[in-house]
Nanobody, 124 residues
Framework: QVQLVESGGGLVQSGGSLRLSCAIS????????MGWFRQAPGKEREFVAS????????YYANSVKGRFTISRDNAKNTVSLQMNSLKAEDTAVYFC?????????????????WGQGTQVTVSS
């Protein structure tokens, strides 16, 4: 069973940067596509970014395009989300998740395994 553990969340001022990491364990024969989602209080969990199993293909929500960058290091079994130019509306719990098959999955139900989440708070 795939296990995911996020880290790197915290409190940052508007315009600042944070880098989230997700450690992946429990992989056997296949390497999954990976995604980041976020959930703000009172809102549904929403797609942020995803990356293919080989790191070639990436996808972003329009709200973060040009500010966030997803990457992965398959040798270290980690996935990262570099977040720049943060805004108050980026405040949420951020989750990493794994998905079998292609990386163009934007729905919660397409992802099989989830981390516990890490809080990102952007002060205005």
């Amino acid at each position: 069973q795939v296990q995911l553990v996020e880290s790197g969340g915290g409190l940052v001022q508007s315009g600042g940067s944070l880098r989230l990491s997700c450690a992946i364990s429990g992989l056997t024969f296949s390497r999954p596509a990976m995604g980041w989602f976020r959930q703000a209080p009172g809102k549904e969990r929403e797609f942020v970014a995803s990356i293919s199993r080989d790191g070639v293909m990436t996808y972003y929500a329009n709200s973060v395009k040009g500010r966030f960058t997803i990457s992965r290091d398959n040798a270290k079994n980690t996935v990262s989300l570099q977040m720049n130019s943060l805004k108050a509306e980026d405040t949420a719990v951020y989750f990493c998740a794994s998905k079998w098959g292609p990386a163009d999955g934007f729905e919660v139900g397409q992802y099989a395994y989830w981390g516990q989440g890490t809080q990102v708070t952007v002060s205005s």
